[in-house]
């Protein structure tokens, strides 16, 4: 009765994975595959009177999972406080699960995605994350898969409104026990400052001596620190014990490694979401003994691709560079050869 409740209160575009895609082959409507390499498999599993499920198999440390497309994105407009379920199933112990959620506001800028994992094992379990989105948030966009080598099953993605109040009850009786989260790598962002109760004043008569010794002199950063403290006149997020949460910017650096073999077909390599780096390039080294042509491409959705700048060739034992000088959201490499030979692509990235 609880999983029946559960579906009428879905707000996910096909989170339950029944309806298959109309533009691609073997995969479930309103979600795309991300990250992994060429030696990652999504096998999506969809027969009449059966449970579907989408099975991912990594062997890479890269992550690998499924993302919704920007057309099925949850609309978080009407409510702030949101429950995330998720029902995984692993095929070795302590397997780690990722969950990523990308805000987007009214001008459809992303900012950075919160980010939680979970231990799965060997039975299936459910899992959730409760969120609460700020004002200024219209969509967020789910992303969830596994980090590092192994194989994850997928069976049902959940996301509702905690309310009403009788939605909040309801999930207090799920018959399944809830895994707590054990680690949270990053925080994207302050998603609404905390509210700290005002004290209440107390008419009480008070005699005060004391004799007072002071010093007054130079506060310096290394041997003085301040603490601030939120109140519900200054906006300021702040922890239980009055330290303020800020988010720290600095300059990161990105990087995925990818060997394929290239022939006269034309392939590409995997497509990758580049939302969030403002600067990235391809470097590809042919280590064969046949010359061989790259060339990259751009997508808005990762379904509809245009070529970027033109083709370049890569003679063997030599190493180009592309840097794609316009912008989209996903972009992958496409290469082909005159004869079987093996190329390596990285791709490099700062932010």
Known sequence: MNKNLLGMFNHLNNGNFREMSRTQSDFPEAWLQMGGNNQTSWNFKNVPQERPFLEIKNSTALRAGIIQTNQASLDVRKDEDWQILMVFQSA??????YLRIYPIRPNGEVSMPWEFSFSVGLKEEQFKQVISVAPEIEFLRIETGILGPGDLTIYKLIAYPLIPNHMKR????????IQPIKHIQ???EIIKPIRLAMPIPLNI????????DSNTRDLTPTRDRVQIFGSSQ?????????????????????????????????????????????RFSFAVYNFGIHLAHVQAALSPDGLHWK?????????PGNLVIITPENFLRYTRLSYGAE???????????QN
Request: net charge negative.
């Open 186 to 188: 990053t925080i994207g």
């Open 205 to 212: 008569p008070v005699t005060v001596q004391a004799k007072v």
């Open 307 to 315: 070529q970027e700048g033109r083709e370049l060739e890569v003679g």
């Open 170 to 177: 309801h999930v207090k009786k799920a018959k399944v026990e």
């Open 234 to 278: 200054a906006p300021l997020a702040t922890s239980s014990c009055g330290r303020a949460q800020v988010e720290i910017f600095g300059h990161g650096f990105y990087e995925s490694l990818e060997d394929v073999e290239a022939n006269q077909t034309l392939a590409s390599t995997t497509t990758r979401d580049v939302s969030a780096l403002p």
């Open 92 to 97: 070795m112990l302590e397997l780690q699960a």
């Open 339 to 349: 004869d079987f030979t093996t190329l390596r692509i990285w791709v490099q990235a």
